[in-house]
């Protein structure tokens, strides 16, 4: 079964006052997981497939084409694996 | 005439790509990339001349011994100490403050005593103070910094005085780029008679520096921002200092005599020498024998050409910036004789992070974030900021591309 982790390489909170999460995929699976999650969320913006503004379920979120992603406003872990979860897994 | 094309031949890392672009690496002020002859410094010495150093008699120790200390006086010569024994190896500039801190601090400062530290101070230069005063019981007092990122001297001269005992303030910040004037910031210490540490992280890699002239009691720094590895550092001592200071760790390499007393059934020990008796343990004998190395290179380009370099190179991309980018803002002062290569900014509508990760994409190296510098952020009233910082082998075409790649991520 897939999970998480097999999409995920590592997940960390950013240096600065903004409290954002950057969420970066695995090298081998950060195309599968670019567009697994611009199928599921709505784009808001886009420039040249290099950044992408999105949200999903009221987050707003953006994803870059190197295979991360920055996530603003995260209540706290659980919150961000559901998010992940939702766009990646289901 | 000073050829960063000419440096770049030395560094195999820049042949690389990232993310299927050239790599641009303007994140030196966090840590540097390392030249061939460093790196083939710290293979032999692994590779041909390995093993412990001091009080062993066999050949190998002391070949070892011999380049570990030839790179002291190496390291001694490149900021103008008088004696090889005022630079003790550390594992960089934070540890070489918290040994100050605790090695002089814990023993000299107590309550009723002051600090003087600034608001632009990496979190290094703040936290070991703030540690020790809650042991110690003596206040620290944060002098100003002007909002363009300088230090308020007027608040400085108002917060040293007779209480003051101890004065810690960075060379340059590793924000925004300025230079303090230390050597005025030692007289004025010294004339109220309390000490003075500099920070010299990210001075040591970029300027002159001559201890006896600036006339600072310390001063730190770290290895791997001035082309060395990383694990590797100094701490410059005054030797008349640093004989009446007590370690700050005990284990072997620091000791005189450690002999049992029967009788009260205890072991008495006698310190060694500085700058061993503040080397507890087996030092990175490899790492230093690197840095002898990487000052040895910087001495051949030269620390004047260095300087100027980077300060032209700073100067172009600050023009560049301004004139091609409608959306960014340069934090901190543009002037260009109070800094050296350091390019705090930021962009509007995107944070920091967006601003470096965009630029990742296209290979481009800088940092965001708070840089462990927060309080400046509070004076600059900023969540983070991106940070581009420059070395020798950057280029005036990478600047161009970076610029090219901020213009591009404006019309997001």
Redesign the interface.
């Known amino acids: 079964m897939t999970t998480l982790d097999d999409y995920v390489a590592h997940i960390e909170g950013t240096c600065g006052a903004e409290k954002d999460v950057i969420v970066t995929f695995k090298y081998e699976k950060k195309q599968e997981a670019i567009a697994n999650i611009l199928k599921k969320a709505t784009l808001k913006n886009n420039l040249s497939g290099i950044i992408y503004e999105l949200t999903f379920e009221g987050n707003s979120f953006r994803l870059y084409g190197s295979g991360k992603a920055i996530f603003r406003s995260i209540k706290n872990r659980q919150e961000l694996d559901r998010i992940l979860s939702a766009l990646l897994l289901s | 005439m000073f050829d960063p094309h000419k440096v770049r031949e030395d560094f195999p890392i820049l042949k690389r790509k990232v993310?299927g672009h050239p790599l641009i690496y303007f994140d030196n002020a966090a840590s540097t990339q390392k030249p061939r002859q460093v790196i083939d410094a710290e293979v032999n010495f692994y590779q041909n001349h390995n093993a412990n150093v001091h009080r062993a008699v066999h050949s190998l120790s002391q070949e070892a011994t011999e380049l570990f200390e030839g790179a002291r006086k190496t390291v001694s010569a490149f900021i103008g100490a008088k004696d090889t024994a005022e630079i003790i190896f550390t594992r960089g500039t934070t540890e070489a403050i918290n040994l100050v801190a605790y090695s002089w601090g814990l023993r000299n400062l107590n309550a009723g005593d002051e600090v003087v530290l600034s608001l632009m101070e990496h979190h290094s230069n703040i936290v070991p103070w703030e540690i020790i005063s809650k042991i110690a019981g003596f206040s620290i007092k944060y002098c100003n910094v002007h909002p363009d990122g300088t230090l308020d001297y007027a608040d400085f001269e108002s917060k040293i005085n007779k209480h003051t005992k101890f004065v810690s303030l960075s060379h340059v910040s590793n924000v925004s780029g300025v230079v303090n004037d230390v050597k005025r910031i030692a007289k004025i210490t010294h004339e109220r008679g309390a000490l003075m540490l500099v920070d010299g992280a990210q001075s040591v890699p970029h300027l002159p520096i001559d201890v006896t002239d600036l006339d600072v009691d310390f001063l730190a720094f770290s290895g791997h921002k001035m082309l060395g590895p990383t694990g590797i550092g100094a701490l410059y001592g005054k030797k008349s200092l640093l004989e009446t200071m007590e370690p700050w760790q005990g284990g072997g390499e620091m000791i005189k005599e450690v002999t049992y007393n029967a009788k009260s059934e205890r072991c008495g020990t006698s310190w060694n020498d500085p700058p061993w008796k503040f080397e507890a343990g087996t030092p990175n004998i490899a790492g230093a024998v690197a840095l002898a190395e990487a000052v040895k290179y910087l001495q051949k380009l030269g620390m004047l050409e260095v300087f100027l370099y980077e300060k032209m190179l700073t100067e172009y991309a600050e023009s560049r910036l301004r004139s091609c980018c409608t959306k960014l803002e340069l934090y901190g002062t543009t002037d260009p004789s109070l800094k050296c290569g350091i390019i705090p900014f930021g962009v509007a509508g995107l944070?920091?992070?967006?601003v470096a990760?965009?630029l990742?994409?296209y290979g481009i190296m800088i940092r965001?974030?708070?840089?462990?510098a927060q309080p400046l952020?509070q004076v600059f009233k900023?969540?983070?900021s991106a940070r581009a910082s420059f070395y020798v082998y950057n280029t005036e075409a990478e600047v161009d591309r970076f610029v090219d790649v901020l213009k591009?991520?404006e019309?997001?």
């Open positions: 993310n944070s920091s992070h967006d990760l965009f990742d994409n965001s974030g708070f840089h462990c952020h900023l969540q983070s591009e991520m019309q997001f």
